[in-house]
């Protein structure tokens, strides 16, 4: 069935603004629904793919849309939706906007240079092609711009990992273990959970595999004092918490209240206990100095660029740049190595981003390898072997969608001598 042709103007109302880039694209397609009531779930449906699709493929539709005749936002438009429903489900389209689609929706893109066909800004293919080369950057780009799946983690305190695929199978919901990450599942379609019983009694978390695996790598033990020095909605807190089987002290910091608020109805439907939300003001907040040398083990999920989720977030490679990455190093550095103090001898220190860059990854933990003496680097590959994880890496944990299937993560772990 054809789409109502007024699906076009409302995409495009909401392009415009999004592609403003004055905010997050989910928050202003949020906002956006919620101001059109009337729209349907189908419509909203197509309405968010065709944004998506056009974040993800932005530079080769720019191109396109150079084309043709008319408005270029219109001619965006219809790419995205196009790239959504496909044309022949478009509904008020002229003779000569199919002609024109069906035109440029049949160009090989694998003709298009390669910087275009990335989809990625200049300064950030520029820098992944230096790094490694133009045929890895290429396929890290297609990774990237590829929708994410599904992965839930399973609560070890309600259920076992078959429990909840015999209960999901019989929604039915297919999926699959995850390969690396022991209490992960792939879901192969993509449902909506909330309803779902396990989900309300907390037996589920939606939760990349790579994060999940970030978080087990901590290696918290039961009865230990720790701390998620950045602990935002609590993805990796509540599975932090589970890890301890509900016992100790898991510190749950974070400036935003506005994030440590969504951690709580997560905390209640978890049955975790064990978990205590502060929120402060910076890192050298006095709460965080209380803690000084008492911790076991200390995880810092630092702020950063956001760009090893673009699978989920393709306005961030748009949002970003790299003045805006130079000024996210020093806070890294500087709650790095606030959260140091926490730790006592022989704890642990893990620091984590979200980031495939260098600057933010690597050269921090060196910089503070650099200056704090009194810790060493463990190797990842002995923390994979510790927790019986089945990765090879080298010294860092490095997880990235074309070689991992995960969203793209780093880590290092150091210990106080
Ligand atoms: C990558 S996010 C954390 C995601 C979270 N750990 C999870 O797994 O869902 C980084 C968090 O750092 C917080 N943050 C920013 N500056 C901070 C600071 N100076 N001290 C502590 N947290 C900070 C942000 O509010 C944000 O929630």
Not at 7 to 36: C, K, M, N, Q
Not at 125 to 147: C, H, I, S
Not at 150 to 165: G, P, Q
Not at 311 to 320: A, G, L
């Amino acid at each position: 069935m054809r789409l109502p042709p007024a699906i076009i103007g409302y995409t495009e109302e909401v392009l415009r603004e999004i592609l403003r880039f004055t905010g997050p694209a989910d928050v202003t397609l949020s906002r956006y629904f919620r101001d059109h009531p009337r729209l349907g779930a189908r419509e909203r449906g197509v309405i968010a793919e065709a944004v998506y699709g056009l974040l993800r493929n932005k530079s080769v539709y720019t191109n396109f849309a150079e084309s043709g005749n008319g408005s270029p936002m219109r001619r965006m438009t219809l790419l995205g939706l196009a790239d959504a429903v496909g044309v022949d489900s478009l509904g008020g389209l002229t003779e000569e906007e199919t002609e024109w689609l069906n035109r440029v929706t049949a160009i090989d893109r694998s003709l298009l240079p390669a910087a275009m066909r990335a989809n990625l800004p200049k300064w950030l293919f520029d820098k992944l092609v230096e790094r490694d080369g133009e045929e890895q950057a290429m396929k890290l780009a297609e990774a990237l711009n590829t929708p994410a799946p599904l992965d839930l983690r399973v609560n070890s305190l309600k259920a076992t990992r078959d429990e909840v695929i015999a209960t999901l199978a019989e929604a039915p919901i297919l999926c699959e273990p995850t390969p690396y990450a022991p209490l992960g599942l792939r879901v192969l379609k993509k449902p909506s959970l909330q309803n779902l019983p396990l989900f309300k009694d907390g037996a589920i978390e939606v939760q990349d595999e790579g994060s999940q695996l970030l978080a087990q790598i901590v290696g918290a033990k039961r009865g230990e004092m720790v701390v998620d020095f950045c602990a935002g909605a609590g993805g990796k807190t509540l599975a932090l918490g589970a890890t301890m089987r509900n016992t100790g002290r898991l510190y749950a910091f974070d400036v935003s209240e506005k994030r440590l608020a969504k951690l709580k109805p997560r905390m209640a439907r978890s049955g975790l206990s064990n978990i205590h939300p502060v929120l402060i003001a910076h890192e050298n907040d006095g709460k965080v100095k209380r803690l000084a040398g008492k911790i076991d083990r200390v995880l810092v999920d630092a702020p950063c660029s956001g760009l090893g989720t673009l699978r989920r977030n393709p306005d961030v490679k748009w949002r970003q740049t790299p003045d805006a990455v130079t000024e996210m190093n020093a806070k890294q550095i500087a709650i790095l190595s606030s959260a140091a103090r926490l730790v006592k001898s022989g704890g642990r220190l893990v620091y984590g981003t979200c980031s495939l860059l260098d600057e933010e990854n690597e050269a921090i933990a060196a910089q503070f390898l650099a200056n704090h003496e009194d810790f060493s680097l463990v190797p990842m590959k002995d923390v994979l072997a510790e927790q019986k994880i089945d990765l090879e890496m080298q010294d860092y944990l490095k997880l990235l969608p074309h070689l991992h299937q995960t969203d793209g993560f780093f880590a290092a772990v150091f210990v106080r001598k």
